[in-house]
Nanobody, 126 residues
Framework: QVQLVESGGGSVQPGGSLRLSCAPSGYTVSSVSMAWFRQASGKDREGVAAIDRDDPSQYANSVKGRFTISRDNTKNTLYLQMNSLRPEDTAMYYC????????????????????WGQGTQVTVSS
């Protein structure tokens, strides 16, 4: 059974940084498409960043240049480095994993992913 466990969330001031981690069990991060999504209070869940085995990573326009998605195959862990955080980045952040590789045009859509973590809260406030 696949389980995804996120960690690294917390409270930070605007301009600060956080690094989220996602450690799956029963799943290998290197072989398929994975992504980070977020859901702010009262809003839909949206794609933040996606990574695939061979293609360039993808980012939502709102986080380009500030967030970086990566994975460490030796540790079987997915990361999201978040810099220059803004109050509008406040949300619950979710790790998502597909059953296989996902077409590049669909990697930022919720429906492309079968497995989800429980989420980790990120709060950006002064």
């Amino acid at each position: 059974q696949v389980q995804l466990v996120e960690s690294g969330g917390g409270s930070v001031q605007p301009g600060g940084s956080l690094r989220l981690s996602c450690a799956p069990s029963g799943y290998t991060v290197s072989s398929v498409s994975m992504a980070w999504f977020r859901q702010a209070s009262g809003k839909d869940r949206e794609g933040v960043a996606a990574i695939d085995r061979d293609d360039p990573s993808q980012y939502a326009n709102s986080v380009k240049g500030r967030f970086t998605i990566s994975r460490d195959n030796t540790k079987n862990t997915l990361y999201l480095q978040m810099n220059s955080l803004r109050p509008e980045d406040t949300a619950m952040y979710y790790c998502a994993a597909a059953e296989t590789r996902v077409a590049w045009w669909s990697r930022m859509y919720r429906s492309s992913y079968k497995y989800w973590g429980q989420g980790t809260q990120v709060t950006v406030s002064s």
